[in-house]
Nanobody, 123 residues
């Protein structure tokens, strides 16, 4: 079992940057892919980015490509999401999630989730 705890959300202005952290604990974290999803009010949860734990392969939603950067700190068992040039449409609750031996972006494949952290971007 894997436990995930997000932190780093907050209220920022458009154009600002914010860094989210996902602390990963539990058994064999190296076999997991960690992804970030987000859910805005009244909308479905959507994929943002993901990284494989060992290979470091990354993927991004088109809406954040070139602005967000996902990375991992193996020593601290942490996955980071650096969010730059934030826009009001980035406002959402951001969740990190894990999937074992999976490198895709399908939400249903991720079965361990954190509690979420709120990101609000004002215009």
């Amino acid at each position: 079992q894997v436990q995930l705890v997000e932190s780093g959300g907050g209220l920022v202005q458009a154009g600002d940057s914010l860094r989210l952290s996902c602390a990963v604990s539990g058994r064999s974290p190296s076999s997991y892919t960690i992804a970030w999803f987000r859910q805005a009010p009244g909308k479905e949860r959507e994929f943002v980015s993901r990284i494989t734990w060992t290979g470091g392969s990354t993927d991004y939603a088109d809406s954040v490509k070139g602005r967000f950067i996902i990375s991992r700190d193996n020593a601290k068992n942490t996955v980071l999401l650096q969010m730059n040039s934030l826009k009001p449409e980035d406002t959402a609750v951001y969740y990190c999630a894990s999937a074992k031996y999976y490198s895709g972006t399908y939400l249903g494949a991720f079965y361990h989730w954190g509690q979420g952290t709120q990101v609000t971007v004002s215009s």
